[in-house]
């Protein structure tokens, strides 16, 4: 027999289109070695460009996934995507809360990258009251956090507040991605306990931006499920999320990350 890896969960909606959602997840997932598991809470009817429609799975049947994979697997790491509705972050926090040494990296979806809801808004305060007090980290792009935080964030000092008092608020680190600043490079903010990090690569030049989100979440759970510490797990689902995108696709209107990057960091910094 093999060995057998270490295994990573998502909880997360379905991109029919599979850039995003559970189905990056996964991809993301197999390139760092991880065994992937998925528990579905929306199927979302999608490409890159649009969103059709939103069917949520039932809360129930949310936790019945997640019970029956967390019975049976020896799970090492879990994230959150799109979660939809209150009642299934509840839903999520009442089988997570009897996990509490699995380490649950939260990407707090609210919006699509085409501008779709993805979160009803009586359901931002779940994330905060409940959600967030299990979670290791935290990855808001800037209107998630400004969101969450009641505040603009729009210069590298004020990400470095918000991030900062969202930590201390929640009770878990949190990395502030500053893609949407604008900038010649793209800046995120980690801060973990007292200490703060800034991980910095220049912009890259691609259409493809859907998933981004949930590739990086992804890569930096499969990194933890794998034994890195924060940090580096961190610098490493950068350095993956740069190459996804370097080797993105598209075809004609529709574009889409390569998740699959056979780029080497070498080969990166040659694009
Ligand atoms: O990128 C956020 C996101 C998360 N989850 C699902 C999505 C998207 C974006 O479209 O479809 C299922």
Redesign the pocket.
Known sequence: MMNSPPITLTI????C?A????Q?DLKTFQHFGVFGLTAVT?V?A?T?NV?RSVHAVSPAILQDQLKVLLDAFPVAAIKT??LFSKAHIVAVTEILSGYPDVPLVV?P?M????G?P?LETSAVAAYKGRLFPLARLITPNLDEAEVLWDGEVRDEAAMERCARELSSRHGCAVLLKGGHLGAAECADLLVDGGGASWFRSPRIDTAAS?????TLSAAIAANLATGANLHDAVAAAKDYLDRTLAESFAWGAVAALNQGTTLTREGLKAT
Do not use: K, W
């Not at 997360?12 to 991109?15: E, H, K, L, R, V």
């Not at 850039?19 to 559970?22: K, Y």
């Open positions: 997360a909606g379905s991109d289109s850039g995003a959602g559970l990056a929306c979302v999608e890159p969103v995507g799109m990407d979806v919006i699509s990258s085409t779709d993805l859907h998933g981004t989100g949930c």
